[in-house]
């Protein structure tokens, strides 16, 4: 009897060990998936981005006045500073922006610089002391800019005809919030 239920326990087992490793390398396989989709998910998104800034910046170009406005660069005007925050970062913020800083102090004929700053509240601090005269801040940024300083929105973001802006708000997993009424009455947020 004890030879026997040995004899099952082991082909059990032995079968058992077969589906355990198909199972490893299905569940390798799919992480795999998950990593290759998430990389490409950003790559697009970024190119989505870029895409949508060069739509942008055309626009605006197409609704600028000719040639005839052109305003020769003039270097004894102190330059037009624009300052960002890096929402993606540093190196991408220059990226995107610089051209747009260059591009506005061309139209108004003065030299441009581009500030990018650590974080909102640091642009937000630029504003508040004048040490730029444009900023480009995200929603909240802009309420608490209001609140301190004086500033006035000026343009928004508008693709394919629509005022855009994307936000995300997440939970952990393991959060018991899964509705934004679940947050009701809480604090759930800061920002610096």
């Known amino acids: 009897m004890i030879e026997k239920a040995s004899s099952v326990r082991s082909q059990h087992a032995g079968g058992a060990f077969p589906l355990r490793t198909m199972l490893f390398w299905l569940g390798l396989v799919l992480a795999g998936g998950i990593v290759i989709v998430g990389l490409a998910t950003d790559y697009l998104s970024e190119l989505a981005r870029r895409h949508a800034l060069e739509e942008i910046l055309e626009e605006v170009a197409q609704r600028a006045p000719g040639p005839a406005s052109e305003t020769p660069v003039d270097s004894k005007l102190p330059p037009l500073r624009l300052a960002v925050a890096p929402v993606i970062s540093p190196e991408t913020s220059l990226l995107l922006y610089d051209d747009l800083a260059?591009?506005?102090?061309?139209?108004?004929?003065?030299?441009?610089?581009?500030?990018?700053?650590?974080?909102?509240?640091?642009?937000?601090?630029?504003?508040?002391?004048?040490?730029?005269?444009?900023?480009?801040?995200?929603?909240?940024a802009y309420i608490r800019a209001r609140a301190e300083a004086q500033v006035q929105v000026i343009a928004v973001p508008v693709v394919h005809g629509k005022v855009t802006y994307r936000s995300l708000l997440v939970v952990r997993a393991d959060s018991p919030f899964r509705s934004i009424e679940d947050l009701r009455g809480t604090r759930f947020g800061t920002c610096q």
């Open 102 to 140: 260059r591009y506005l102090g061309d139209k108004l004929g003065r030299p441009a610089e581009l500030l990018v700053q650590a974080d909102y509240s640091s642009t937000n601090e630029l504003l508040k002391e004048g040490a730029c005269e444009l900023a480009l801040i995200c929603t909240y």
